[in-house]
């Protein structure tokens, strides 16, 4: 790892921390602190580094120094993506009005920061890469199976003996089931346009994959707390996200990825139907 990279980790750090404090803590005022102090580091390692190339300083190619992306601006497009899903309640609620909010707002954070940098930086930072192109291994295969199995067995026992289920709208007629179904999915495809394709995408431009994985998952795991997975929801969605980047970095593949979010949302989304009508879905164990 170079020197840059050693030196970008502490300001993405700061700006990945402003999330625990957002989304977990409720705490916005530091939470715009961090990223203020993210950001500005950014900048003074950015300014820094100008300065020792003004001075006689020569790049080496092989490094990996010359045409270094700005960790200035790809920090800042994280934390406009994490300020506008902050601007609203993450309270899940399935009225019209909450729906509205939640696609303005979670659409919002993937739109603008991708607009900027296309557009306004020019660069390609941010991509959406739906097919490979590639026929899925069978360790893919196997491991959607493994998050049907492993959902069907964990999940209700979580949702149902920590009582976050609660944290979830009752769902007792077909109208209300449909909203919950169309939400948890649309949610579950957003976690990975943003965590994944963006503030992943932009932290390994800048750090070794190992490092950018985990503090995406530091935001992921804040976001879903807020959401309503909280007790001890952090001991699966903490494997859950870094599992994502893993697999992403394996695959290439937005598609997959999405398809495991979805298997197990689609695990998430029964378990809540189970826990609000017992009995409606006899086949869990809890």
Excluded at 134 to 148: D, G, N, S, Y
Excluded at 163 to 181: C, K
Aim: with cysteine.
């Amino acid at each position: 790892m170079t020197k840059t990279a050693w030196h970008s980790i502490p300001p993405a750090a700061l700006v990945c921390a402003a999330a625990p404090a957002f989304f977990v803590l409720g705490w916005t005022w530091a939470g715009w602190l961090l990223l203020a102090a993210g950001i500005g580091m950014a900048a003074l390692l950015e300014r820094a580094a100008r300065r020792a190339v003004s001075v006689g300083h020569r790049p080496d190619p092989a490094s990996g120094e010359r045409d270094q992306p700005s960790l200035t601006r790809d920090l800042s497009l994280i934390a406009i993506g994490m300020l506008i899903v902050h601007a609203i309640s993450l309270e899940a609620q399935l009225d019209d009005l909450s729906m509205v909010r939640f696609t303005l707002a979670l659409g919002g954070a993937v739109l603008v920061p991708y607009l900027l940098s296309r557009f306004a930086f020019r660069d390609r930072a941010i991509s959406f890469p739906w097919r490979t192109r590639r026929r899925w291994a069978r360790w893919q295969w196997a491991w959607l199976v493994a998050v049907l199995v492993l959902g069907w067995l964990i999940l209700p026992y979580y949702f149902i003996t920590s009582g976050v289920y609660q944290n979830w709208p009752v769902v007792d007629s077909p109208d209300l089931i449909a909203r919950l179904f169309v939400g948890v999915g649309a949610v579950g495809i957003w976690d990975e346009l943003f965590f994944i394709c963006t503030v992943f995408a932009l932290l390994r431009r800048h750090m070794p994959a190992l490092s950018a994985n985990v503090l995406q998952m530091i935001v992921f795991v804040s976001f879903l707390w807020e959401l309503g997975y909280r007790a001890w929801g952090p001991v699966l969605t903490i494997p859950f996200a870094l599992l994502q980047g893993w697999i992403f970095l394996r695959t290439h593949s937005l598609a997959y990825v999405v398809t495991v979010h979805l298997l197990f949302d689609a695990v998430v989304f029964a378990v809540l139907v189970h826990a609000h009508n017992p009995g409606l879905l006899p086949f869990f164990l809890v």
